[in-house]
């Protein structure tokens, strides 16, 4: 049985206002100008998720919004608090609790966690790839895996990081 899982970090996020907490951070502008690309990215892929798992602070909400157009209409979204300041091991277990009916699963959140689950998952892929992500997982990025077998097995190292998008270069 083979599955994909998107990880999306969430849109570049507005520092304007300090008054708001993290939790509440809107889309910068360059956030919101990032979103095309990366529906346009999600579209152009063979990834068609069937299942959205989304923070539910502002800022990943905003960003699926700006992705729900690449999504299918059937896909079943569902708004996770755990998700906000999740460890990779909590993201993890959300995986793993993800039913097998959904071959394709995008998951919407923040790093460090969404970061740290794709290099634990990558065992295989892209070498240069794989580097791109341990380097740098800037506002945006979109890491395409894939692996066989069930949800709730999958672990470190078990699949195949086969894309990782970035909608802009970091400078060097």
Known sequence: MSHRLLLVRHAKS???DYSLSDFDRPLAP?????LEKMAAHVEASDASPDLVLCSTALRTRATFEGLRCAVPDTAVVRHVDAIYGASRRTLLGLVHDVGEEAGCLMLVGHNPGTQELALALAGRGDIDLRHQVWEKCPTGAIATLSFEGPWSEIGHGDASLDDFFVPRRPRS
Do not use: H
């Not at 360059?30 to 990032?34: D, F, L, T």
């Open 30 to 34: 360059r956030g919101i100008r990032a």
């Open 14 to 16: 507005s520092w304007d």
